[in-house]
């Protein structure tokens, strides 16, 4: 079980942690526990059940009627609101709750309607990146348990490897190519199989080599490859300094080709970066970065 402060529930809810406090007073909405030092803390159900509030008070339903409601009515007028084709932000909130309860099936209900309603790549961009944008700030944190978070990871995995295996390959002799890996301290690789289904989609010869590269086998299959295009993630905890010191020699090593960044950690670096490296902010973005070289 996990145990979460108001702000990572701020964060992962959307609520604000004033109105979260009022309606634990109010509405007994959740009951958290106290520190010794009276500081909340907050289980796995009560943010569950915050999330699906959070739904239900989103499409019209007052707080008052929510509090007098089971958790099963609760599940069940939360399906009859939510719309696959325009409700993003619902859809990633039960893809958190299918996380913790580590329920599949659910989870293949939420993602299948999805994909039914608007297409895998725009399910890719409106909801699954978002989602892992949202997990990340947990991992940041330190507050998710990983084994909640390797399920559904694993299970968004195996989704996207049988659709980059449904394209075509890539054979143009001038086709862009692009390398994909993650540095030799990083493993959330989600963000970067997306831009992997993208790129290639798109015309794009892709080099995946992956989590956990060290930078002289990457500099190595740079030569070898000599691509357009370099891309990688920034998750885990990494100090501006060490990230300072390994763009630069990535933009040292890779003078000549666009270097792409994404990652919790890449959009809060406060240092200036090389002419050819870039902040890549979502899905769409790095979608608009693709259409513009291929």
Known sequence: ???????????????????IRIWEKRYGIVDPSRTDSNIRWYTDADLKRLLNV?????????????????????NQKIMEVVKPESDYLSQIESLIVSMIELNEDRFEKILNQS???????????????????KIGLLWQTGSINPAQEHFISNL?????????????????????KMILFLPEWELHEI????YYYIARKHGIKVFYLGQNVPFQDLVSV??????DILAT?????????????YLDDMA??????????????????????SDYTKLISSASAFKQFVKTIV
Not at 115 to 133: D, H, R, S, W
């Open 222 to 227: 740079g030569q070898t490859v000599q691509p």
């Open 1 to 19: 079980m996990s145990t979460y402060s108001i702000k990572d529930l701020e964060r992962l809810t959307g609520i604000k942690a004033h109105t």
């Open 156 to 176: 968004i995995r195996m989704k996207l490897c049988v659709a980059i295996d449904s394209l075509p390959a890539v054979t143009q002799h001038d086709a862009k």
């Open 115 to 133: 994909i039914i309603k608007i297409g895998f790549e725009e399910t890719l961009y409106y909801v699954v990146y978002p989602f892992f944008e």
């Open 54 to 74: 959070s739904i239900l008070n989103r499409h019209g339903f007052k707080i008052s009627r929510i509090a007098s409601l089971t958790n099963q009515q609760i």
């Open 233 to 245: 993630y920034f998750v885990s905890a990494i100090s501006n300094d060490e990230m300072k010191k």
């Open 191 to 194: 963000g970067l199989l997306t």
């Open 252 to 273: 040292s090593c890779f003078s000549k080709q666009h270097i792409l960044i994404s990652g919790i950690q890449a959009a809060h670096i406060d240092f200036e970066v």
